[in-house]
């Protein structure tokens, strides 16, 4: 295990380890800015497994299954920026508060995590400091060059649920999910009704709020920024062609989108 020179304290990510913080299109001109908080499963060397077999550490409770191929293609497509976090919710959720049960879950939906049980207080302190903080810092730091550089930001978190929760089917393909801003989830919602083949969640599966959510209230709420989130069922993005279909969908809605939002004077 390394440890920091100066304090002793152990750190979670080594040398043999990537960067938390995955980028796609920075120089995206697009007043879209995407995030995907659960973009990747990686678990940093010196946690090994976190004691769950690989079968756990592939399924939903870990990452977002399907949306890093949605969201790599969307920004391509819509010629925007995409933030992502490349490290397994389990470690720590970055769409979380720092310090709620489900920031570093003991169990998520009926799996225990071991390697999460018992953590001291500087070992919660590590993995925030090490994958939460670089990658909320990293979307701080964007938002503000962009606001330096005059160009607006129409935040849009990007999220896929598991089709069944606990023994509960979900019938939704696709779920819009908001809270205080009330600019874009309705557009969105009414363009996707408009597509005649979806079953459309109304902040379904989820609804935004300030304790289960981190990247919509303190990124987009706290500085004004029209924003939505997107949740699109997992078994539509099993390959890659559902994916690339979500992906052409979603890039048609959101460029009709952002020409009335421009009529309008939003952006
Ligand atoms: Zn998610």
Request: hydrophobic share 40%; net charge negative; aromatic share 6%.
């Amino acid at each position: 295990m390394a440890f920091d020179s100066s304090s002793g304290v152990p750190l979670l990510l080594g040398g043999a380890d990537i960067a938390p913080v995955h980028e796609h299109n920075t120089a995206g001109r697009s007043p879209f800015l995407f995030t995907c908080d659960h973009y990747g499963r990686l678990l940093p060397k010196s946690l090994g497994d976190l004691g769950l077999p690989e079968s756990e550490l592939t399924r939903h409770i870990a990452w977002d299954i399907g949306i890093a191929g949605v969201a790599a293609s969307l920004a391509l497509q819509l010629d925007a920026h995409l933030v992502a976090q490349r490290y397994s919710r389990l470690v720590i959720d970055c769409n979380r508060p720092p310090g709620v049960a489900s920031s570093i879950p003991i169990i998520s939906e009926a799996t225990m995590i071991p390697g999460n049980d018992g953590l001291s207080r500087e070992q919660t302190a590590t993995r925030r400091r090490e994958i939460f903080d670089p990658y909320h810092r990293r979307i701080d730091e964007i938002i503000d060059a962009r606001q330096h550089a005059g160009m607006p930001t129409v935040l849009v978190s990007l999220h896929s649920f598991t089709p069944v929760y606990a023994g509960i089917a979900r019938p939704w393909h696709i779920g819009t999910l908001y809270q205080r801003d009330r600019s874009l989830a309705p557009r969105l919602l009414k363009a996707l009704r408009a597509e005649g083949d979806l079953v459309v969640g109304d902040n379904e599966p989820y609804a935004v709020s300030d304790l289960t959510d981190y990247t919509i209230p303190v990124h987009a709420e706290a500085r004004g920024l029209i924003n939505t989130g997107i949740e699109i069922r997992q078994d539509l993005l099993a390959d890659q062609s559902g994916q690339q279909q979500w992906a052409d969908r979603l890039a048609r809605i959101l460029r009709e989108i952002e020409t009335t939002l421009r009529a309008e004077a939003f952006v």
